[in-house]
């Protein structure tokens, strides 16, 4: 094989490789003539956790601060959370508690005590999940961050920021047809449209490959040790979405796309506007630990 046969071998594959995840991400291929662009942070730190699923409280708050720095272009910690919120806001963090792989409780705490760094009142603050609709300060909140662990999800293709949102809705199936593809739409609900400042997907040991509703399995798992930061959710799980795909061609040895395929992620963008989805249009600020990034 000639070395230009080599290289239009390997951008042929490349190309088939992009257009798969398009496909998943229900991006239109062909696509990226629109303005819009994101930003989003991708951070790694080799000891955030170890062998054991242990998860060093200390590395995660030092990874959310030099996120949040680089994200709003800040040179202290608190500042970059001046930026989204006030002293007099009531603040909901919408957590994950999914068994096998909840948010963990060391980013919680860290998330909640730059927000108590801005000035909030610890009455005016509360994380949770499930009873968010029955929770009074969510009921009040006029400002909510985001965050979960990154995984994939029997009826959603992956379970990540967008799909967060489902314990607004008193009926989560009515969102269930069709892969999910209409996740979106809950971020026009009352309850938290235009008020989400921030979205965090956590990929310390992500799961990547899954069978029935509620599989989980540790060799699924893998040490990626990162966390995903930014304003824009659709922007934020579309390289989360990317980093599974290339975590499952890797660990498969072929391009095994995800079933149920990940659209409302693209859906997001094209069909509700919430956010941009095409891998073209944003910034990745990568920062620490580079060995096995993937992206």
Known sequence: MTG????????????????????????????????????VVLIRHPDVVDEKRRINGK??????????????QCEDPVSPWKKILKPDDVVGVKSNVWG????????????????????????????????????????RATALIN???MRTH??????????????????PPDYHPDSCANLAALWNLPIVKGKTRLNI??????????????????KYTWRYCGMI???????????????????????????KPLWPPA????????????GVADLRRIEIIKLGWKEGMLI
């Open 154 to 171: 029997h009826w959603a293709g992956v379970g990540s920021c967008v799909k967060n949102y489902i314990m607004f809705t008193k009926n």
């Open 229 to 255: 930061l930014g304003t824009d959710p659709v922007a934020v799980d579309a390289v989360g979405l990317r980093i599974i795909q290339l975590r499952r061609r890797e660990y498969f040895k072929k391009e």
């Open 100 to 139: 096998p792989l909840p948010t963990p409780k060391e980013l919680e705490e860290a998330i909640v005590r730059r927000v108590r760094d801005v000035g909030v009142k610890g009455s005016n603050i509360s994380v949770d999940d499930r009873g968010v609709l029955r929770n009074p300060v969510f009921r």
């Open 263 to 274: 659209k409302h992620i693209g859906l997001a963008e094209t069909r509700f506007g919430l």
């Open 201 to 218: 997907l956590v990929m310390f040991t992500p799961l990547f490959h899954g069978i029935g509703p509620h599989h989980f399995d540790l």
């Open 59 to 72: 590395i995660v708050q030092q990874m959310l601060d030099e996120a949040m720095m680089a994200l709003f």
């Open 147 to 149: 965050t979960r662990p």
């Open 4 to 39: 230009k046969q080599a290289i239009s071998r390997r951008e042929f594959l490349e190309k088939t490789a992009e257009a798969s995840f398009a496909i998943a991400a229900g991006l239109p291929l062909g696509g990226g003539r629109q303005k819009k662009r994101s930003t």
